[in-house]
Nanobody
Framework: QVQLVESGGGLVQPGGSLRLSCVAS????????IGWFRQAPGKEREGVSC????????YNADFVKGRFTISRDNAENTVYLQMNSLKPEDTAVYSC???????????????????WGQGTPVTVSS
């Protein structure tokens, strides 16, 4: 069974950090670009960051501004999102998604991703 499972979300104060994990099962991430997306209450899902199959390409949304770092460990079939300097506006459900690719590229286009996790909630509040 193909599955992506996120973890690491929670409640954090403004300025704090969280590290999200996305573990794949039922398939290997080697041939997939991975994206992190988020959806805040009442808003559309938006792309956060993506990483290509060979780490040669990382793309971040403008609002990331050096605060978030995406990385992958293919041996562990896991992708991470390190989030620092969190702001209340970062509050959302964060989901990872996998897109099969044959090149070293990635884009934050939701329609291109085949597999999605259920998401992990992140709340930034004092």
């Amino acid at each position: 069974q193909v599955q992506l499972v996120e973890s690491g979300g929670g409640l954090v104060q403004p300025g704090g950090s969280l590290r999200l994990s996305c573990v794949a099962s039922g398939f290997t991430l080697d041939d997939y670009a991975i994206g992190w997306f988020r959806q805040a209450p009442g808003k559309e899902r938006e792309g956060v960051s993506c990483i290509s199959i060979t780490d040669r390409k990382i793309y971040n949304a403008d609002f990331v501004k050096g605060r978030f770092t995406i990385s992958r460990d293919n041996a562990e079939n896991t992708v991470y999102l390190q989030m620092n300097s969190l702001k209340p506006e970062d509050t959302a459900v964060y989901s990872c998604a996998a897109e099969p690719r044959s090149d070293s590229n990635c884009r934050l286009l939701r329609s291109e991703y085949d597999y999605w996790g259920q998401g992990t909630p992140v709340t930034v509040s004092s």
